[in-house]
């Protein structure tokens, strides 16, 4: 079993900045594409960001230039730098990651979503 646990979201003013946090356990082997989306009630949930394996990187239009997102592998964790942030960008943030030996047998695995509110 693998479990993705994310942190670090919560209140904060227009233009201001966070960092979510997802780490994996438990069984883990390799952790190849890991990404971040987020959802608000009554929308479909929204790729934010995106980085591979080998550290190539995209972003939904609404967030370049302000998200950055990485990864450090010897810790198990993908981070999203979310700086200028907007009223709009508030919704329930999800990790997810692909796991396993080789990226051809890599399971999908989802964490529990951790709230962001852009708020004054």
């Known amino acids: 079993q693998v479990d993705l646990v994310e942190s670090g979201g919560g209140l904060v003013q227009p233009g201001g900045s966070l960092r979510l946090s997802c780490v994996a356990s438990?069984?883990?082997?390799?952790?190849?594409?890991m990404g971040w989306y987020r959802q608000v009630p009554g929308k479909q949930r929204e790729l934010v960001a995106m980085i591979s394996n080998n550290y190539n990187k995209n972003y939904t239009d609404s967030v370049k230039g302000r998200f950055t997102i990485s990864r450090d592998n010897a810790q198990n964790t993908v981070y999203l730098q979310m700086n200028s942030l907007k009223p709009e960008d508030t919704a329930v943030y999800y990790c997810?990651?692909?796991?396993?030996?080789?990226?051809?047998?890599?399971?999908?695995?989802w964490g529990h979503g951790t709230q962001v509110t852009v708020s004054s």
């Open positions: 997810h990651g692909r796991v396993g030996p080789t990226i051809e047998a890599a399971s999908d695995y």
């Open positions: 438990g069984s883990i082997s390799s952790l190849y594409d």
